[in-house]
């Protein structure tokens, strides 16, 4: 399967990681040497495709990992890939998000090959399919990758190294420097090593202390049954995931909210459908983890950088408020089962 040069457009976070190193071990490639690694977030990938189309060309390859359509730049993305594929360009997207069969048609018929599976995570889509594609078997390491990464990803924690390496690899809030050179370790074969060690006890250090100035922007809400509990948070460990999992804990909140100053918006529960919520503000994700970027008032932005609490309080209400908005049978959880298109 020949192509000019490999753009590969990734989530970054490990499971983005992971899978854009997946990509280019199956490829054959290194980053850098045919091939040009991209991240973003689902918010804004339509100015990251934006960006790249200047420099694509025909015969070229691009991939889009880790990465689901939302609905406020879901029209937008279309048209690029469109407009991409018009011009001689191969694009294949390979996500586990949940999708609707309209955003699934819409890329397809925009002239992508897309697999979405929702039953692993991005690495594992693209270890199965993109192998596949290319008629090649996953060696040992992409197996032993896809099982570490999904254990963190998707919350399972059933191989003992995921919790070290999620914490050692870091947010996507992390410098893209680390991200790099993460992914570069992934494409030559190494999972863990000393570099990795020592990033992980400076992460843990650096959890601890956070954590607790998170703690302190703590607001909760009721919304009808149930209980929203969302906090502040900047830039540096713990991962929302683990922000997450304190607030359900602790507080028996039946949906987590994590806030940053750009009004990035992660949403966290075991027994609500955040995806619904992320898609009824313009976002997306997964049943139990999900987000959205909201547009908060410049008071709130302002006021925040004083009184941090101030940014949980309307994250929690504009939750609140999507909440009441929707019906029960569309906040339920629906069974997970394969979903291949």
């Not at 189309?53 to 691009?62: F, N």
């Not at 048209?79 to 991409?84: A, M, P």
């Not at 998707?154 to 050692?168: G, H, I, M, T, Y």
């Not at 507080?251 to 995806?275: D, F, W």
Request: hydrophobic residues 40%.
């Amino acid at each position: 399967m020949e192509y000019k040069h490999a753009y590969i457009v990734t989530h970054a976070d490990l499971d983005g990681v992971g899978a854009a190193a997946a990509f280019l071990r199956i490829l054959g490639v290194r980053p850098g040497r045919g091939a040009t690694v991209v991240y973003s977030e689902p918010y804004n990938i339509d100015e990251t495709l934006g960006a790249l189309e200047d420099y694509v060309e025909g015969g070229d390859l691009l991939a889009v990992t880790d990465l689901g359509l939302n609905e406020d730049v879901r029209e937008k993305v279309v048209s690029i890939v469109e407009r991409l594929v018009g011009k001689g360009v191969r694009v294949e997207w390979y996500d586990h998000h949940v999708w609707s069969e309209d955003d699934l048609n819409s890329l397809k018929k925009a002239g992508a090959l897309v697999f979405v599976d929702k039953s692993t995570c991005a690495t594992g889509v693209v270890v199965r399919y993109a192998s596949s594609v290319r008629g090649v078997k996953p060696d040992g390491f992409l197996v032993e990758l896809e099982s570490t990464v999904c254990s963190a990803d998707l919350w399972r924690w059933d191989n003992s190294l995921s919790p070290k390496l999620f914490r050692a690899v870091g947010s996507r809030e992390e410098a893209r420097e680390w991200r790099d050179r993460v992914l570069a370790k992934f494409v030559e074969g190494i999972l863990w090593d000393e570099e990795l060690e020592a990033r992980l006890q400076q992460y843990v250090s650096e959890e601890l202390k956070n954590m607790e100035k998170i703690m302190e922007t703590v607001y909760v809400k009721e919304a009808g049954q149930l209980k929203i509990v969302a906090v502040y948070k900047t830039e540096g460990p713990p991962a929302n995931s683990i922000v997450g999992a304190l607030l359900e804990s602790r507080y028996g909140a039946h949906i987590a909210g994590i806030i940053r100053p750009n009004g990035g918006l992660s949403l966290r529960s075991k027994t609500v459908n955040v995806q619904a919520i992320a898609v009824k503000l313009g976002g997306g994700g997964h049943y139990r983890a999900a987000g959205a970027r909201i547009n908060m008032p410049v008071w709130v932005k302002t006021l925040s950088k004083i009184y941090p609490k101030i940014a949980s309080w309307y994250a929690a209400k504009t939750v609140a408020e999507a909440v009441k908005s929707m019906s029960p049978e569309s906040l339920k959880i629906k069974a997970e089962e394969s979903e291949y298109w």
